[in-house]
Structures are given as structure tokens and as C-alpha cells.
């Protein structure tokens, strides 16, 4: 059967306009994608799945941290080398960095984590992402976050870009980038950041970590965060040598001092309250009072909506103040109960520091653990050197 042609009689000022209106969206959409993938090309990006071999990271329902770690890292490597740079594995297998034989103790922690910022360094890396996940006491606890060192504006905006494309996943996270005295960070030359792509101890967050679709939308929203990264103009990403961090302790009261917990949603800290006797107060040392804010930290909060951040079983085997910084000795008991995650240790170590340098004459810590300078909790936060409320 013949079938006549549909012909469409258009007005030729509307079809002008089609025209125009057609090309100038491909003109768009070509520059767009240009722009985009300009950004991130010939850049180097090391990527570090955290954890790894003899060392599982934090553990939940059976669910290893450094098997999502892994899983993510090489979704994300696969996104980044679709937009056009060179990508560089920490590891890509189940492996750790330590040596033979040598599994446990700070000495080993910290030979691991070296090796990975040597690779990036090495590899003359533009940036350096440590993937890791986090677990915590509450399960209602969650939500993704990203972390920078303090002093690094390059690594506080890759940070803030991650993180402003990682919380369109979760329109209910209300994190933000923050600052951390992680090992990782403080050795690295490059921008670097730690992304926690969530709580395995959140029910709702693990079950999702579990699924391929929202791995997939992990690992492209941390590659789309890099990608902005490199479109802010290099003078702003390397105009400032050093980020100033308004976040400390509240000075102590006439008749009260802060004790710090962390919150229940593990987002920051929050002061908990006490009331003492003046007149017993100052008959005290600095040394006196430090450790009776340290013994009190330990018991843990009295109020419901914080959350106690050291073992119940730590003890103070001694304090020494020498000028204004005070030298806190804890038995290993300290990491009793510590569930292997980044935050849950950096908000531990703040909680020590900010509880003390809130003391008039108090302006640093240092920690020992069995009489060891240079040991850590989890592994994250080493103690070789002086902390203060801005670490």
C-alpha cells in the first residue's frame, strides 16, 4: 500500500530558532565535556584503598572495612581513567605494606602507611585519596565525610569538592570537610584527603555499601569532586600557604570546666558540664587538675546525647607538665573497644586535648601509651609530637 510522506510546514523564523536553540546546546555540551575532561588530564592520582592483608580495618556484620575499601577504589579508578588521567593503586590485591613477619606494634603501622605516601610521592602524584569506612558503637551514626590536614588549602578545597558531590547521595548528611591530624596527612607533599564513604555499623549505610549500584555512585562522585578540584583556578588552590582553624575548647569557668565527648551522631564534639568547688579547686596543681579532668573523661558522659570516647579501662600511669605542655602516660587499655575507624580515633585523640589545653597554662599535649613516644591508638593519629586544639 502507498503511503503518503508527512510533511511539517514550519514557519521559517521558527525554524531559525530551532536551529540556533539546537546548535547552541551542542556547542555547550562539547565545551562542557571539554572543559571537563581537560581538567583531569595528564594529572597523576593515587588513589589508597585503606587498610589491607594482615590488617582488616573496621569490622561489622562480618563486613571488612578494607574489602569496601578495595572494591570502591577500583570503581574509582575506572571513572577517573574514563575522564582522561593516569591512575595509580595503592594496592589493587588484599595486601598490606608491612614487613615480613611484622604485623603488630607502632613501628609496623607506621612503615605500612609510609610506603603508601612514598608510592604517591614517587609517582609525583597532583593528589593522593585514602579510601576508607567507618564503624561506630551507635548504629544510628552515618553519613560520608572527607578529610584534609589543616595547614593545606590545596587539601581543604579537594575536600570540600568531594565532599559537596558525596552528600548529594545522602540530602540528609549534613557533614562537612574537615580538618585531621591523620599520619596520612601530615607525610603527604601533595594535596590529600581521607574520604570515609560511610557507617558499615549503620543498618540503612551498610546495606547500601553492599550494593554495586551505590558503589558505582560513590567512586563517580569522588571523581566528579577531583574534577572540580582542577577547575578551581590554580592562584586560589595555591594562593595560601596555611588554613587557620577556629575549632578549640572553651576556656575554664570560675566554678566549672568542660569535659569534651563526642556527640551522638560523631559529627564533632560537645561540652559536657562540670561543677567544682572553688575553694578545693585552687588549692590544686596543674598537674592535680589535669588529672582529675583526664579520670573524669574516662568514666565518660552523664548526659544521654554524648558519647563516651576512651575505654573505660584506660589508666593514667602518669602526667608530667613541663612548661606549658603536659606529658599524659596511658596504659594500652586505651585501645580497648576501639572499633578500627579514622573518626572514632580522631575524635578520641581531640577529646583528650581539648578536655586539658582548656586549663590556663595547658597549651599542648603529649601521649604515651605504656611509656611509648610515637604510638597510636588505631594507627591513624600517631603521637610523635605535641598536639594542640588546632591539630
Given at each position: ?48 584503598p585503606g587498610h589491607g592483608g594482615a590488617d582488616p580495618g573496621a569490622k561489622n556484620s562480618g563486613i571488612k ?72 558503637p551507635s548504629r544510628k551514626t552515618y553519613g560520608m565525610e572527607t578529610y584534609y590536614h589543616q595547614e593545606s ?239
Amino acid at each position: 500500500m502507498f503511503h503518503r510522506p508527512i510533511i511539517l510546514l514550519i514557519r521559517k523564523p521558527i525554524l531559525m530558532s530551532l536551529i540556533i536553540l539546537l546548535t547552541v546546546v551542542i556547542i555547550a555540551t562539547g565545551t562542557l565535556k571539554t572543559t571537563f575532561s581537560q581538567s583531569l588530564k595528564n594529572k597523576i592520582i593515587v588513589i589508597d584503598p585503606g587498610h589491607g592483608g594482615a590488617d582488616p580495618g573496621a569490622k561489622n556484620s562480618g563486613i571488612k572495612e578494607k574489602d569496601v575499601n578495595l572494591d570502591i577504589s577500583l570503581r574509582l579508578r575506572n571513572s577517573l581513567e574514563a575522564k582522561g588521567c593516569t591512575v595509580i593503586l595503592t594496592r589493587e590485591i588484599d595486601k598490606d605494606f608491612y614487613d615480613p613477619g611484622q604485623y603488630v606494634g607502632r613501628s609496623a603501622k607506621r612503615t605500612d602507611l609510609n610506603r603508601r605516601v612514598s608510592l604517591a610521592s614517587s609517582n609525583n602524584a597532583d593528589v593522593f585519596i585514602s579510601i576508607h569506612a567507618n564503624s561506630f558503637p551507635s548504629r544510628k551514626t552515618y553519613g560520608m565525610e572527607t578529610y584534609y590536614h589543616q595547614e593545606s588549602l590545596t587539601g581543604k578545597i579537594l575536600a570540600e569538592q568531594i565532599q559537596e558531590h558525596l552528600i548529594k547521595l545522602q540530602p540528609d548528611n549534613t557533614r562537612k570537610a574537615k580538618s585531621g591530624d591523620y599520619y596520612l596527612l601530615n607525610q603527604t607533599k601533595m594535596p590529600a584527603v581521607i574520604v570515609e564513604v560511610g557507617f558499615m555499623s549503620n543498618p540503612r549505610e551498610r546495606k547500601l555499601l553492599l550494593t554495586d549500584g551505590y558503589r558505582n555512585s560513590i567512586a563517580a562522585a569522588i571523581a566528579d569532586g577531583i574534577a572540580g578540584y582542577f577547575e578551581t583556578p590554580k592562584d586560589i588552590r595555591e594562593g595560601i600557604k596555611n588554613v587557620s582553624s577556629q575549632e578549640g575548647p572553651t576556656p575554664i569557668g570560675k566554678d566549672s570546666y568542660n569535659l569534651y565527648f563526642s556527640n551522638i551522631s560523631l559529627d564533632g564534639l560537645g561540652a559536657e558540664k562540670r561543677v567544682f568547688n572553688p575553694t578545693t579547686w585552687n588549692k590544686l596543681n596543674l598537674t592535680q587538675k589535669s588529672d582529675v579532668i583526664l579520670k573524669n573523661l574516662i568514666e565518660g558522659p552523664t548526659s544521654p546525647i554524648y558519647v563516651g570516647t576512651l575505654s573505660p579501662k584506660t589508666k593514667i600511669i602518669s602526667l608530667v607538665l613541663h612548661n606549658d605542655i603536659i606529658t599524659v602516660n596511658f596504659s594500652k587499655d586505651i585501645r580497648e573497644d576501639y572499633f578500627g575507624s579514622a573518626l572514632e580515633e580522631d575524635i578520641a585523640v581531640k577529646s583528650i586535648v581539648w578536655s586539658l589545653t582548656q586549663l590556663p597554662g595547658v597549651n599542648g599535649v603529649n601521649i604515651l601509651i605504656d611509656g611509648e613516644f610515637g604510638d597510636s591508638i588505631g594507627g591513624h593519629v600517631v603521637f610523635d609530637h605535641v598536639l594542640n586544639p588546632r591539630s
